[in-house]
């Protein structure tokens, strides 16, 4: 039996891991979930599947649980619980499933217990890449890719580099792909959340509609990859069948296709190197055709220019531009700026943020906070 610790188990890609998890009960078991405030969720998790421990990194939230529950989880709060269960001797496989940089130190204390990290949270990467692929390879632990098109690469490259000239990572261009761009202006949060492929969380709904999701994916690609951010391209493709490519100097081109459903992705990285079912239906490609494919537009989305500028810094302007690029997305959700904002915001917090080159965890975690304070004041400005 293999032990999952499942952080962010009530959100979207929580919710999927479960749902393949439902179908091998003789292989994965779950033995410790987490999420942030939504006790009545976890509640039905944990009566569902009993884990051994159920962490709600708030505290109200935690106390909340602890009067409901029932059976002999136990019940831990705070961030500092995220990092014990993910690091359990008895975890096998950690689902790094939190969203945003409240994710990072739990995906970090995985890769330091040399645990296998299945890695949805990309801001682990994004923010502290150099040090979480060192303690990956320090402590001998697994990295799969939890993205679509991150695993797409991954599953494309089994057979090795040799040759490889660069890496496509595929965009759908989210809800606005048609919208011109003075129609921007005026999109509410439902309409950006209105995803036309995927169904996600609300933050990165914003982060594909303003393709800033495609941004930190790059960030996420040249950690995992190691490759340099000329190596790595991005293409339109408003479908979502083609999950990537990857592109040697023969000219062959090797992609990965299947239906837009990230059970294929997460139940590989349960499974890998096999492959079991994982509840998604075959591709059938006459029902999906035509395939488009565009150049992406950097002047309409700047989030993707900006995300390609900061790579290109290093240093603390990953870092930076996730900050703002949080601050700016829930204050867009909060109604106090407008869509059209949310890269402002990012491009002034650049400009205004001091460029440093964090090599410990609390220099990310201090950048982190001080790219945040500065983001809110622009925000201020705007709202
Ligand atoms: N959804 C996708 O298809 C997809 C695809 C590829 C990659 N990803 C990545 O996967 C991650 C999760 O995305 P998602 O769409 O599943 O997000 P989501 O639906 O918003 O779920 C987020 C999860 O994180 C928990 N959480 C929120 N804030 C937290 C905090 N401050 N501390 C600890 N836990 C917190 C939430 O708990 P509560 O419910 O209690 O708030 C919830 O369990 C993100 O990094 C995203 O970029 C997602």
């Not at 009566?47 to 529950?69: C, G, H, R, W």
């Not at 496509?168 to 005026?186: D, N, R, V, W, Y």
């Not at 488009?292 to 700047?302: G, H, L, N, V």
Request: hydrophobic residues 45%; charged residues 15%.
């Amino acid at each position: 039996m293999i032990n999952i610790t499942l952080l962010g188990a009530t959100g979207s890609i929580g919710q999927s891991t479960l749902s393949v998890v439902d179908l091998h009960p003789d292989t994965f078991n779950i033995f410790a979930l987490s999420a942030h405030t939504n006790w009545q969720s976890m509640l039905q998790l944990c009566q569902t599947y009993q884990p051994t421990f159920a962490v709600m990194s708030d505290a109200d939230a935690a106390e909340a649980l602890s009067n409901k529950i029932q059976g002999d989880t136990v019940v831990l709060s705070g961030a500092k619980a995220l990092d014990e269960i993910a690091a359990h001797q008895q975890t096998d496989y950690v689902m790094a499933a939190i969203v945003g940089a409240a994710g990072m130190a739990s995906s970090l204390a995985a890769a330091q217990a040399g645990k296998r990290i299945m890695l949805a949270n990309k801001e682990s990467l994004v923010l502290a890449g150099d040090i979480f692929m060192q303690a990956v390879k320090d402590n001998q632990a697994e990295l799969i890719p939890v993205d679509s098109e991150h695993s797409a690469i991954f599953q494309c490259l089994q057979g090795g580099s040799s040759g490889l000239s660069k890496i496509q990572l595929t965009a759908s261009g989210g809800p606005f792909l048609h919208t011109p761009l003075a129609a921007l202006e005026s999109m509410t949060p439902e309409q950006a959340c209105a995803h036309p492929n995927w169904s996600m969380g609300r933050k990165i709904s914003v982060d594909s509609a303003t393709m800033m999701n495609k941004g930190l994916e790059v960030i996420e690609a040249h950690y995992l990859f190691g490759l340099p951010s000329h190596c790595i391209d991005v293409v339109v493709h408003p479908q979502s069948i083609v999950h990537s490519s990857v592109y040697f100097e023969d000219g062959s081109t090797l992609s990965q296709l299947g239906n837009p459903d990230m059970r294929t992705v997460i139940s590989y990285a349960m499974s890998y190197p096999d492959r079991i079912i994982s509840g998604v239906p075959a591709l059938d490609l006459t029902q999906n055709s035509p395939l488009e494919f565009y150049t992406p537009d950097f002047a309409k989305f700047s989030c993707l220019r900006l995300a390609f500028e900061a790579l290109e810094q290093g240093g603390s302007a990953m870092g930076t531009i996730n900050a703002a690029n949080e601050i700016a997305v829930s204050s867009f959700l909060g109604g106090q700026i407008k869509f059209v904002d949310i890269a402002s915001v990012i491009e002034k917090t650049l400009e205004q943020a001091q460029h440093t080159q964090p090599e410990t965890l609390n220099a990310v975690i201090s950048n982190d906070q001080n790219a945040r304070a500065i983001a809110t004041e622009v925000v201020k400005a705007y709202a």
